[in-house]
């Protein structure tokens, strides 16, 4: 089980699908491509990564083969006790797969939810894409740092 990596008592909480599929060396779940780029956005909006919390809808890394949907209904209750513990001022889904579990809508999408604060379960969300799909397709760097942008301004309002 990940249970996520950072400050457990940040005030921002990114939630992301599910852990890589390979540790890095100190043993951190958030590797490779996903942590270089949220923390390069991070840094860029002025936050630090001790303001943040990374979890995920999953909290193990994933397997081959497994149910999709009742897995993450099942990891949702993981989620939402992390949540009632930590509560955090903020919430940043990133990706189709968190935003569609923590919206509770198979419709919901980054493309037409991002830009704007949304209170999704009583907690006041933002949206972006995955930080993967990002370093993909480079073109959506500049709608990424704005939604981190937008985080960082509620963040300084909230301080």
Same mark, same amino acid.
């Given at each position: 089980m990940v249970w996520g990596e950072g400050n457990p008592n940040a005030s921002i909480m990114v939630i992301l699908d599910n852990p890589g599929a390979r540790e890095d060396k100190e043993g951190n779940p958030t590797i490779c491509? !996903? %942590?270089?780029?949220?923390?390069?956005?991070?840094? #860029?909006?002025?936050?630090?990564?001790?303001?943040?919390? /990374?979890? *995920?809808?999953?909290?193990?890394? &994933? /397997? %081959?083969? *497994? =149910?999709? #949907?009742? !897995?993450?209904?099942?990891?949702?209750?993981?989620? =939402? #006790?992390?949540?009632? +513990?930590?509560? &955090? +001022?903020? /919430?940043?889904c990133m990706g189709n797969v968190a935003v569609q579990s923590f919206f509770k809508s198979a419709d919901a999408e980054v493309k037409s939810l991002r830009g704007i604060w949304h209170n999704i379960q009583g907690y006041n969300t933002a949206v972006a894409y995955h930080p993967l799909a990002v370093r993909r397709r480079p073109n959506l760097w500049a709608s990424f740092l704005q939604d981190w942008k937008l985080v960082a301004e509620q963040y300084e309002r909230l301080r």
């Open positions: 491509g !996903t %942590r270089q780029t949220l923390q390069k956005a991070a840094h #860029e909006v002025g936050l630090q990564m001790v303001d943040l919390y /990374v979890t *995920y809808i999953l909290k193990r890394r &994933p /397997v %081959r083969k *497994y =149910e999709k #949907e009742q !897995t993450r209904k099942i990891c949702m209750l993981h989620l =939402e #006790e992390q949540l009632l +513990s930590a509560k &955090p +001022s903020l /919430v940043f």
